[in-house]
């Protein structure tokens, strides 16, 4: 059969295609002689592979994202992230689902594709969201032979050490000198690579950190043909190169352009630890008797903290100090920089005489380690400014880093790109290289305050390339010297300027003020600085807030936030001072405050309420599309005050962040509108939501849908119904409330005056509940539009329906496509039509219609939508 195939091929590229030419071509491939073996059992490759193999094993066994002073096990260690498929902004529809959670071996799943032809499998993920991890988790489960066999061949690269690589390198150089050398037949094992590309997965690490901006008009297709390293793994990408050979690229999201999405096969979001990964990562991490629980118990006692442990680094730092945190006697971190100077601590002290360790963190300790903390933050600024995140030695030695500031353990040992050449170092992750960058502008004596409102006018994601040329022509002419703090700053990435602000925001607030100032020789210059951060950050906010255009007249207000504005409030936030907070909000006049798609989690909420609950109207708060939770949710209690509306979509939501939220809003007079769909929520919370319906007389929207609500609790929502006389919108559809469902809900508003909206799309509804539904349109005056797409009504259900609107007066809109109904059942409904002149559609779409039956049903009433 392999040899008819041939054939037929080299027959179809025939030119002439005289008679007995396809019987000549069969008889020549029948001869050629057959391989013995397949290519990968080749001994030359055999020996490869298993060269390969170890060499991933060996990098990939011991955890080293975030600690270089203990070898951690990944294996023992390792614990599992929200990893979410993307899903497109727009996509309308009411049975859209919430995005699907995959687990690791999951990662090439068939779902979700963007772009069929792409090879490239996108993760994006916040810094600290463990991308970096889930990548060694993979290699490791491949070298182990546990999964991703479909992979003979799998290179793993790291962008940031790969943008170290100046001179030119074709497929073959990176493949095997810069990852694995075959000892024998190299030529052999490169031509299997390239005959079998479906069988190779590359995988790319950090793309954020990559300095080089993705382009794809520059095309390379020779893979032994030398080119630069941004052409090279751009073309790669594009499947230019090892075309069908499987890519795995990870990102921070601001790092990713609309260019690149393009050649992306699947988009990934890590989100980080649900609450349950946090207390399974640290009953991991700590298997004494009785520790794991008293440290959760310590993080469920204060919701800030807890909340920052929704990213993996910060669960790594709890984990790391938790003899500090159990000792702190009610006192506990709040803020991002708060966590970081205890980790600071942690180190300092394991470096001390073991009598320091009862002082902590205190001025002495700090004092003493003034000059190392400098060098490291200079080495940090300088690294930030020109795109360098991993350290030569002669690089140490310009920022005179010694050996010994090295053992305290911040820097720790990259792995090289260059296999038995010395191995460079790195921050323990690149939060720490933002955090001692923020120390030295803080502290060092040649940061002039004015330097610092580079650090706060930093060019936001997204910003054009020429604005980028603009601002270094700008610093140019203004005489920023090269090296300088001014011009570093410029030089920085915008995400890791962001970071940088906010911990300097955070060093530099009246809570540390203390601990600095005894650090600082001249307390006037830490004065200056502190008022000269207020003063950009007050300058940032107001200029963000003054770029938001005017309301349409009549209609309030409307703001998408860009990611820009988030870190401004999380700057506010780490300064923890009311009266900034309330001045910085004081002119924001807008009725809706959207925030989707920003990346928006439990730390992130914290600092929204923070600064939200200033507010002098009440606004309507949207978080569609991001990672609140249930943690995120209790950070936004002190906030819900001002909000007459919050839409939580697709915000991974359990019951028990909405009980939480439910049994604080019944006390908040200005929150009308809930939306939780798209979440997962159950029977469990109908109790606080029929609790809130009854209480709450001017609630006027709750939107449950694509949740997991069944008969059970539709029932107890329709207690709460009957003793509500405000809701106007009720969305149920994509739950299982069923016939028994529909029948509590139909009794309950039957003499309902205020509700106009209700949607029990896709609820596995029949007849019985259809029957109920249609006595509910016999009574009740109010209801405008009734949705029941997607259910079993057919014909028994629609003539029941049709009789309810015979009597009714109000509704406007009927919607019963796809609900299996035939030409029986639109009869009744024209029957009905006759004697109903209030509804003005009734939907049939996806119904059994017959084309002939469809056009003359069209033609006999208009308000039949076929």
Known sequence: MGAFNEARRLLDLATVKANGLAA???????ELPVPLALPFEDAACKRYLSKLRTMVSAQSRFLSTYDGTESLCLEEIYTENVLEIRTEAGMAGPLQQSPATL?????????????????????????????????????????????????????????????????????????????????????????????????????????????????DRDRHCCPTAPTSVQSLLFNLLQGNLLKNARKVLTSRPDAVS????????????LKGFSEEGIELYLRKRHREPGEAERLICCLRATSALHSLCHLPVFSWMVSKCHRELLLQGGVSPKTTTDMYLLILQHFLLHASPPDSAAHGLGAGLLRGSLLTLLHLGRLALWGLGTCCYVFSPRQLQAAHVDSEEV??????????????????????????????????????????????????????PGCSPLAGVLSKLRMRDSGCKEGSVAALLQGAEPHNLQITAAFLAGLLSQEHRGLLAECQVFEKALLWRQACTRRCLARSLR???????????????????MPSF???????????????????????????????????????????????????????????????????????????????????????????????????????????????FNNKLTDGCAHSMAKLLACKQNFLALRLGNNHITAAG????????????????????????????????????????????????????GSVGAQALALMLEKNMALEELCLEENHVQDEGVCCLAKGLE?????????????????????????????????????????????????KLSHRDTRLLL
């Open 258 to 269: 609309a260019s690149l999405r393009k050649h992306v096969r699947t988009e990934l979001n």
């Open 407 to 460: 053992s305290l353990g911040f820097l720790v040992r990259a792995k090289t790109v260059v296999p038995g050449s010395t191995a460079p170092l790195e921050f323990l992750h690149i939060t720490f290289q933002c955090f001692f960058a923020a120390f030295y502008l803080a502290l060092s004596a040649d940061t002039p305050p004015s330097s610092l409102r580079h650090l706060f006018n930093c060019h936001g």
């Open 714 to 765: 539709a029932e107890v929502l329709a207690q709460g119904l009957r003793a509500n006389a405000s809701l106007q919108f009720l969305g149920l559809w994509g739950n299982k409330v069923g016939d028994r469902g529909a029948q509590a809900l139909a009794e309950a508003l039957g003499d309902h005056r205020s509700l106009r909206w209700l949607s029990l799309v896709g609820n596995d509804i």
């Open 543 to 561: 200029k963000h807030f003054r770029s938001i255009p005017p309301a349409v007249p009549g209609e309030a207000k409307s703001v998408h936030a």
């Open 807 to 855: 009597k009714n007066s109000s509704l406007k809109v009927l919607k019963l496509s796809n609900n299996g109904i035939t030409s029986l059942g639109a009869e009744a409904l024209l029957q009905a039509l006759e004697k109903n002149d209030t509804i003005l559609e009734v939907w049939l779409r996806g119904n059994t219609f017959s084309p002939e039956e469809t056009e």
């Open 24 to 30: 000549f071509l069969l008889q020549c491939v029948q």
């Open 103 to 215: 687990g690791l071996e999951e990662l090439f799943s068939t779902r979700g594709h963007l772009n069929e032809d792409a090879d490239t499998v996108l993760v994006v993920g916040e810094a600290g969201s463990g991308k970096s991890t889930l990548l060694q988790q993979l290699h490791l489960l491949w070298a182990s032979g546990r999964a991703f066999q479909e992979f003979i061949f799998v290179f793993p690269f790291s962008c940031r050490q790969l943008q170290c690589l100046a001179k030119p390198l074709s497929v073959w150089t990176l493949l095997f000198e810069h990852c694995c050398w075959p000892d024998l037949g190299q030529q052999d094992v490169f031509q299997v690579l390239l005959d079998h590309p479906e069988r190779i997965l590359l995988t790319f690490d950090g793309f954020d950190e990559f300095r080089f901006r993705f382009t």
């Open 566 to 676: 988030i870190w401004l409030i999380r700057s506010l936030y780490e300064m923890q001072e009311e009266r900034l907070a309330r001045e910085a909000v004081r002119r924001l006049d807008v009725g809706h405050l959207k925030l989707t798609f920003c990346s928006v989690g439990p730390a992130e909420c914290a600092a929204l309420a923070f600064v939200l609950r200033h507010l002098r109207q009440p606004v309507a708060l949207q978080l569609d599309h991001n990672s609140v939770g249930d943690m995120g949710v209790e950070q936004l209690l002190p906030c819900l005050g001002v909000c007459k509306a919050l839409y939580l979509r697709d915000n991974n939501v359990s019951d028990r962040g909405i009980c939480k939220l439910t049994e604080h809003a019944v006390r908040c007079e200005q929150l009308q509108k809930l939306a939780l």
